[in-house]
């Protein structure tokens, strides 16, 4: 998606490994693209995460799983920067690439976890995070809230609670998401003990494991 040039209200970025990528990521990134008005989302697959385990599925099998989930979502692209970059995945340089394409003009928001957002003081070079992008931190609907004396700190000095006062970086908000407990780990045993996950991922990636014979035996 050529976004060059392009006046849009904001750009949400939600990278992880999706290993595999399921419902909880496509549902938590629903919520925050409608509200916060996204005119375009990129998902962004680790090439080496820095904070996970390796990876069970290669990197193009978990490219392909992410294609096949978004296929029919025209504003939501796959974002193959940290594929291309190799090396170790950091935010940092994720985000000043996609700046240097959208220019200083286009919001991004860089969809957080709660859980993420507990340890991104200890982020690389996290400080300048919030010079290329502003903070959208999802929790869970019902959840209690973050117990985290610096990062509540940090949400203190940046929240914005009003989105009339706009800015292309530096914003943290907190968004409350669908409450689903899905994860990748649970994904990747419930197949490992011969059982498939229906109505955690996406038909079509479901299909794909199956194919691929993906996390049996794990």
């Known amino acids: 998606m050529n976004l ?9 970025v939600l990278g992880g490994t999706f290993d595999p990528i399921h419902l909880g990521h496509l549902r938590s990134a629903w919520d925050v693209a409608d509200a916060l008005s996204l005119d375009a989302l990129q998902f962004v697959p680790s090439y080496q995460p820095v904070h996970r385990d ?4 290669s990197v193009e099998q978990r490219l392909d799983m992410v294609r096949l989930s978004i296929a029919d ?20 340089d994720t985000l000043s690439h996609l700046r240097q394409q959208v220019g200083s003009d286009v919001p991004i928001w ?4 709660s859980d993420a957002f507990e340890g991104f003081v200890r982020w690389h070079r996290w400080q300048e995070i919030l010079t290329l992008a502003n903070l959208a931190v999802m929790v869970r609907a019902g959840a209690e809230s973050i117990d985290c004396s610096s990062t509540n700190a940090l949400m203190a000095q940046h929240e914005t609670v009003a989105l009339s006062s706009l800015q292309v970086a530096g914003m943290v908000r907190r968004i409350a998401v669908t409450p689903l407990a899905i994860s990748a780990t649970a994904i990747r045993a419930e197949v490992a003990r011969g059982k498939l996950p229906h109505y955690l991922v996406t038909p079509a990636v479901l299909d794909y494991i199956q194919q691929q014979n993906l996390y049996q035996g794990i």
């Open 73 to 92: 979502m025209p504003n939501w692209s796959v974002n193959t920067s940290e594929i291309r970059r190799g090396g170790p995945s950091y935010t940092i």
């Open 110 to 113: 860089l969809l957080l976890g």
């Open 54 to 57: 390796t990876p069970q599925a």
């Open 4 to 12: 060059v040039g392009l006046c849009v209200a904001g750009i949400g």
